[in-house]
């Protein structure tokens, strides 16, 4: 297989970017196929599994966490969009913290998404081995992110293809969901709710929530394989995030009046018991909806970890042999490493309730992007700049407001990231290329 390496050739200006600026990968994908990326890695298992969780901190409040958690996904979405056009690049916040902030920041960023998201990856694996054979659950999920890194070495065209099937199948269960909800019969009556919500609840919740909308920048990470970057990713992006906030917020109000928070915050299996309040003969096709979802966002997470983990590798950050593209214009030894790794991991720990931690993670990670997004000048930003401002204020309180088992083992993750960084500088005084 024929690999090389080609450095960097974008000046950071939005004016020197042209329609299709260079690229070490193939831009194919066009604004429906960046779209779908972004549906595909937000319409998936995290609304199968983060809406009990939240209904446990929000109880009826759960609308309202919605609406503040796609607040924030909404700034942080644009904030992305816009650095992306100005860096249409792999690697997403990394590049945009390196380059606005600092190396630092940039690595913080890349690590917190890179460990966090690898965490995630074999928590979705799980989850979808679980729900189709709960007995062999780790070894059905390892085979299916052996298969999935497989789909993405054929090419991203290849991926976008397999995410397309894969959201049509989550959509139509969702819609089961949906009818077996009504079909029961919905009642709105927080008056019974002997649980008392504050507002740190309905943040933290909010926070939870955020799990089930992380996937929106999955089209940022693919920055040099999309068409015209600089029209395409800011159109996408808010796209796809409205879409995906118009579904949840049918199926959460429709699973919140059809069972009520208790049931919804006690289910190991939430939209299950949803269906099964009216239509439960369909239960099997919520089911089947929930794995197919899991595979959907693994999909997704796969390609950004190892889009990430290849800039991190041709900056320098990991070791450059992951910085290697193969002849299908595929970063393909990042994509074997990441599925692997995430292959192991599913073997060795379950990590189906790393929801927290990795909302934590993910919020850090964004935070850092509305941060570099302030430092755009006016001739580079496209929207007001009190939205990055809201962003990233919006990021740090709902972090905190997570369980505080999310918050200390999110603030562990941040912390050997900064002793990583910290000791690589310490190396590179010595030698030029720590991992030469």
């Known amino acids: 297989m024929l690999l090389w ?57 759960l609308p309202l966490a919605l609406v503040v958690a796609a607040g ?3 700034a942080n979405a644009l904030s992305s969009a816009q650095l992306a056009a100005v860096h249409p690049e792999s690697g997403g916040t990394y590049v945009y913290g390196r380059e606005r902030l600092g190396e630092g920041w940039g ?47 054929l090419g991203v065209h290849r991926t976008v293809g397999a995410t397309k099937i894969l959201l049509v199948v989550v959509l139509g269960a969702l819609a089961v969901a949906v009818a077996g909800g009504v079909a029961g019969g919905l009642s709105w009556s927080p008056s019974g709710s002997a649980v008392e919500t504050n507002v740190r609840d309905v943040l933290g919740a909010a926070g939870l ?16 394989e999309v068409r015209d970057p600089a029209r395409t990713i800011p159109r996408a992006v808010p796209i796809a995030l409205a879409v995906t906030f118009a579904v949840y917020a049918v199926v959460l109000v429709t699973a919140l009046t059809a069972v009520g928070p208790v049931t919804l915050a006690s289910s190991d299996a939430p939209l299950v018991d949803v269906v099964r309040h009216g239509l439960p003969a369909l239960e099997p096709v919520v ?24 800039a991190m590798a041709d900056r320098g950050d990991l070791p450059r042999w992951f910085a290697a593209v193969s002849d299908r214009a595929v970063p393909a030894r990042a994509e074997v490493a990441v599925a692997a790794t995430v292959a192991v991991v599913v073997l060795v720990v379950d990590l189906r309730g790393a929801i927290g931690a990795s909302s934590f993670a993910v919020l850090a990670y964004y935070a850092i992007a509305n941060a570099s997004a302030l430092r755009l000048r006016p001739d580079e930003r496209r929207w007001p700049r009190w939205i990055p401002a809201a962003g990233l204020v919006g990021c740090v309180v709902v ?14 993750l941040l912390a050997v990231g900064a002793l990583v960084h910290f000791a690589r500088r310490r190396l590179t005084r010595r030698h030029p290329d720590p991992w030469a």
């Open 209 to 224: 929530l955020f799990f089930a909308f992380a996937g929106y920048a999955r089209v940022a990470t693919l920055g040099e």
């Open 72 to 74: 924030v996904a909404t």
């Open 287 to 310: 089911a089947a909806g929930a794995a197919v979802a899991s595979l959907g966002v693994l999909l997704s997470l796969l390609v950004g970890v190892s889009r990430t983990g290849f």
């Open 399 to 412: 972090a905190v407001s997570l369980p505080l088992r999310s918050v200390l083992a999110g603030i562990a």
């Open 5 to 61: 390496r080609v450095g960097f050739g974008v000046d950071g200006s939005l004016a020197a970017v042209s329609a299709d600026p260079p690229s070490r990968l193939t831009r194919r994908l066009g604004t429906t196929d960046a779209v779908v990326v972004g549906l595909g890695a937000m319409i998936g298992a995290g609304v199968f599994s983060a809406i009990g969780p939240a209904a446990g901190e929000a109880g009826w409040w």
């Open 107 to 153: 690595f913080l960023a890349g690590w917190a998404f890179v460990v966090g998201k690898t965490a995630s990856c074999a928590a979705m694996a799980t989850t979808f081995g679980a729900y189709l054979w709960p007995s062999g659950a780790r070894f059905l999920g390892a085979a299916a992110v052996v298969v999935l890194g497989g789909v993405n070495l």
